[in-house]
């Protein structure tokens, strides 16, 4: 089953949205490029997640980053959320996943033992104000989706759009995690 979102938003004078799409039993494999454990025994089951951007600017007018912060209750990541950084980006001292010209994200949460647990993911459309220049950030939206195994049972947490109040209670996070850098509080259009 697939699941939609469309996510308006609004930045530098011209609006956009983000396309969301969570599959609860994705096409093909997006684990087989992975090397080692996870590529040969990495759980299969779990859906996946892709938010694309559709936004008219061009340029470093449409540079965007996500960031993306998970909590599971195996043991992860239980008490709050936590950054999800890709692994390619975990030793930077950047707090986006993806970064770039309406970059896309894509998620496929994957787990060597999956036991019982719900996996919550919080996911943020960013802009750094002067584009690409200093380490600034700001929120234009965000959304949440999820899922929950009970005894080898997968249910998806539909994707629904957060309120900029779920990004103020996760900057606080931000500001420890990167102090380097600024986060401001809200959704932001400028």
């Known amino acids: 089953m697939t699941h939609k979102l469309k ?20 096409r093909g494999d997006p684990y087989e490029v992975l090397p080692g454990a ?10 996946v997640s892709t938010a694309q951007i559709e936004y008219p600017r061009q340029g470093y007018a449409a540079a965007f980053g996500w960031i993306q912060m998970v909590k599971a209750s195996d ?14 980006c975990q030793n930077m001292q950047t707090p986006y996943g993806w970064f770039g ?3 896309t994200l894509f998620d ?7 036991d019982d647990m719900a996996w919550i993911c919080q996911s943020y459309l960013c802009f750094t104000p002067n584009a690409v220049v200093g380490p600034h950030v700001r929120a234009v939206a965000g959304f949440e989706w999820g899922f929950v195994v009970q005894r080898d ?3 998806v947490r539909k994707p629904s759009s957060l309120s900029e109040d779920a990004w103020n209670d996760r900057v606080p996070l931000l500001r420890n995690r990167y102090p380097g850098w600024t986060f401001d509080l809200g959704f932001r259009d400028e």
């Not at 996510?7 to 994705?26: D, H, I, K, M």
């Not at 043991?75 to 390619?88: H, M, N, Q, R, W």
């Not at 496929?108 to 999956?114: D, F």
């Open 7 to 26: 996510l308006p938003f609004s930045l530098r004078g011209s609006t956009g949205n983000v396309a969301v799409t969570v599959e609860s039993n994705p």
């Open 101 to 103: 010209i309406k970059p």
């Open 153 to 155: 049972t997968v249910t």
């Open 108 to 114: 496929a949460p994957a787990r060597l033992k999956p």
């Open 38 to 47: 996870l590529a040969r025994e990495g759980t299969r089951r779990f859906p």
């Open 75 to 88: 043991g992860a990541s239980t008490e709050d959320f936590g950054i999800d950084p890709i692994a390619l």
